[in-house]
């Protein structure tokens, strides 16, 4: 039997693009800033990224990270999650302290574009298949209008493999992309994020530049 609650279907996604091939059911002038060594602690988030409603003493990186790899290897839960050849899938589970959790399924060739977690930290883990996470050490402006260029030095791109029982924490600044680069191969993941997700941002990018395309909030994805 599962460890986990049985999870909830909802109507829209929280993480990343949703390019419409994908089937919805649950899952971003130029402003220079300091370039963050790969493994720099992130700084603390401005207060006005962190929504009052929520304790500063919720679950921690490490906690998410721990449930996230207990909800990976919950063979039980992952066969819950619905699959489709087209496009991404996903499920809310119950995170721990009210945290955001999200179990999403991705075929061969599927995406979610660069973005960021409004200021939100959090920890994500493979359960089948492989994810690629392209992520940047660099630190991003909190705030910017839909059109604002960001110019990014050299040398600020990380990649990383993601097999299964594979995962990582990320802090509240984290930007990065995500992708299930497999000819034939689906791929099944979990995420948690504290607080919730307040807002995401989701940028396109040209060689250096990367450019804020879109400002989401809860509502435009449940």
């Not at 720099?40 to 009052?52: G, I």
């Not at 909800?71 to 699959?83: F, I, N």
């Not at 409004?118 to 920890?123: I, L, T």
């Not at 359960?127 to 260029?149: F, Q, V």
Request: no cysteine; hydrophobic share 35%.
């Amino acid at each position: 039997m599962s460890a986990f609650p049985p999870p909830v279907a909802p109507a829209g996604a929280p993480d990343l693009p949703s390019p419409t091939s994908e089937t919805p059911a649950a899952h971003p002038a130029a402003f220079p800033s300091p370039v963050a060594p790969a493994d720099a602690p992130d700084l603390p988030s401005p207060k006005s990224e962190t929504p009052s409603a929520y304790p500063a003493e919720g679950p921690g990186q490490a906690e998410l990270l721990a449930f996230v790899h207990r909800a990976a290897a919950d063979t039980a839960l992952v066969a819950t999650l619905p699959r489709d050849p087209e496009g991404r899938t996903w499920l809310r589970l119950d995170g721990p302290g009210g945290s955001e959790a999200w179990l999403i399924g991705w075929p061969p060739g599927t995406g979610t574009g660069w973005h960021d977690h409004g200021g939100s930290y959090g920890a994500f883990a493979t359960a089948e298949g492989s994810l690629r996470e392209d992520a940047l050490a660099h630190r991003l402006p909190a705030e910017g209008k839909t059109g604002t260029i960001l110019e990014l030095p050299e040398g600020v791109d990380r990649t990383r493999e993601l097999s299964p029982n594979q995962g990582r924490a990320f802090g509240p600044h984290h930007v990065h992309q995500v992708l299930n680069t497999a000819d034939h191969t689906h791929a099944v993941s979990v995420h948690a994020y504290y607080p919730p997700l307040p807002l995401m941002r989701r940028y396109s990018r040209s060689g250096q530049a990367l450019r804020l395309e879109q400002i989401e909030r809860p509502e435009d994805w449940q």
